[in-house]
């Protein structure tokens, strides 16, 4: 059993900043992208930014520039670094990983961010 358990989100004010960790653990193996995702109420999910085994990173053009993503390969975590954060960017965050050479997709159960304006 896979498990992707994700924590750091809650409730700031625009321009602060949050840090969202998802950790990995269970059967688990050669993992290669992690990834992070969010929606919206009344809108699909989208790719918020991901990281692969090597370090190479991809993000979505809202957050470029203020989110940085982030990863412990010892600890099968990944991080999403997010500063002056807007209100658009509330969402449920979902992270993602690929693993067994990207042959399976797990999600996370996804953590509220919400912000103020």
């Known amino acids: 059993q896979v498990q992707l358990v994700e924590s750091g989100g809650g409730l700031v004010q625009a321009g602060g900043s949050l840090r969202l960790s998802c950790a990995a653990s269970?059967?688990?193996?050669?993992?290669?992208?992690m990834g992070w995702y969010r929606q919206a109420p009344g809108k699909q999910r989208e790719l918020v930014a991901h990281?692969?085994?090597?370090?190479?990173?991809n993000y979505a053009d809202p957050v470029k520039g203020r989110f940085t993503i982030s990863r412990d390969n010892a600890k099968k975590t990944v991080y999403l670094q997010m500063n002056s954060l807007k209100p658009e960017d509330t969402a449920v965050y979902f992270c993602n990983v690929l693993w067994d050479d990207r042959h399976r997709s797990s999600w996370g159960q996804g953590t509220q961010v919400t912000i103020s304006s």
């Open positions: 990281i692969t085994s090597g370090g190479s990173t």
């Open positions: 269970g059967s688990i193996f050669s993992i290669t992208v």
